[in-house]
């Protein structure tokens, strides 16, 4: 019987995670996970301590990261499951979309401002560890704020059902394109980033392809295969039945490796529950593992 593999999984090594990779290395073992992978964002700053904690727990820990990147005007989330965390390649790639991303959050930061927000870069910065602030970081620091000053215009966000998914409804509200605080994004090039992949010894995995600011058509997946994609996201708490099935379809199409991954990162996203994909069996890893170049 294969056993159970949770694929995309966040720490608190990424701006927008809560638990340890102690504590999340406990989870898995307490699910009986045979394998996970931490996926932080833009940082492989888990590693190695991750290994050391999966090796003691018997739990087969995948080294990974999770680099925002950008395909035509859209933010796509590249997985690079099987990275080779030390090489000089990822810390250059980690480089690169850090000072990018700081751009874009500062000026988030300044049109919230604007906006008439009491909010500051020295908040933000604080709050948001070693790595630079992804959109829902920065709304899950005002909110705090404004909710400990019972601030009026945000009311909506606190009450009832809102409160546990207030990062992201401000963010659709205040960061996509057309909002208020809407920002240029300003990540690497996904394309560029397949290109440098193989010197990486991690296997391009399409994060989400369905998640609302992807939509990721088979027609990209398509054009990202032929440039080095080796699997998709298919089992993913951003997927209804029908995406599912969209993309399962599509990656037996295109000889893609069909992954799981819950994307949990504890309590910034309390509704993901940890470990929960049934979907998930060990057959991936071993198909992602014939896949790394």
Same mark, same amino acid.
């Given at each position: 019987m294969q056993g159970q593999v949770d694929l995309h999984i966040h720490s608190n090594k990424s701006s927008d995670g809560s638990l340890s990779p102690f504590h999340i290395v406990q989870l898995a073992s307490e699910k009986k996970l045979e394998a996970i992978s931490i996926t932080d964002h833009d940082t492989v700053a888990a590693y190695p301590q991750a290994l050391e904690f999966g090796e003691e727990a018997g +739990?087969? +820990?995948? @080294? !990974?990261?999770?680099l925002t990147t950008l395909y035509g005007d859209r933010e796509f989330h590249l997985l690079l499951p099987f990275v080779s965390w030390k090489k000089k390649i990822i810390f250059k790639l980690i480089n690169k979309a850090s000072k990018k991303r700081i751009i874009e959050a500062k000026e988030r930061v300044r049109k919230l401002q604007d906006i008439g927000f009491d909010i500051s870069w020295k908040e933000i910065a604080k709050d948001s560890k070693s790595t630079p602030p992804l959109g829902v =970081?920065?709304?899950? &620091?005002?909110? /705090?704020?404004a909710e400990r000053k019972k601030t009026p215009v945000l009311k909506k966000y606190f009450e009832g059902a809102s409160r546990d998914f207030a990062p992201y409804l401000f963010y659709e509200d205040y960061f996509v394109k057309g909002k208020p #605080?809407? &920002? @240029?994004?300003?990540?690497?090039?996904? %394309?560029? &980033?397949? /290109? +440098? #992949? @193989?010197? =990486?010894? !991690?296997?391009? +995995? %399409?994060?989400h392809p369905g998640a609302y600011f992807q939509k990721a058509s088979r027609e990209d997946i398509a054009i990202l295969k032929e440039s080095g994609l080796q699997g998709i996201e298919v089992y993913t708490s951003y997927h209804d039945h029908s995406q599912t099935e969209h993309y399962k379809k599509i990656a037996e199409e295109l000889d893609l490796v069909p992954i799981a991954g819950s994307d949990f990162h504890g309590k910034i996203k309390p509704h993901i529950p940890f470990g929960n994909l049934r979907e998930g069996q060990y057959w991936m890893v071993e198909e992602l593992r014939k896949r790394r170049k």
């Open positions: +739990v087969e +820990v995948i @080294p !990974g990261i999770e =970081t920065i709304a899950q &620091v005002l909110l /705090r704020k #605080a809407w &920002v @240029p994004k300003q990540n690497l090039s996904l %394309l560029d &980033v397949l /290109r +440098v #992949a @193989p010197e =990486t010894e !991690g296997v391009p +995995v %399409l994060a």
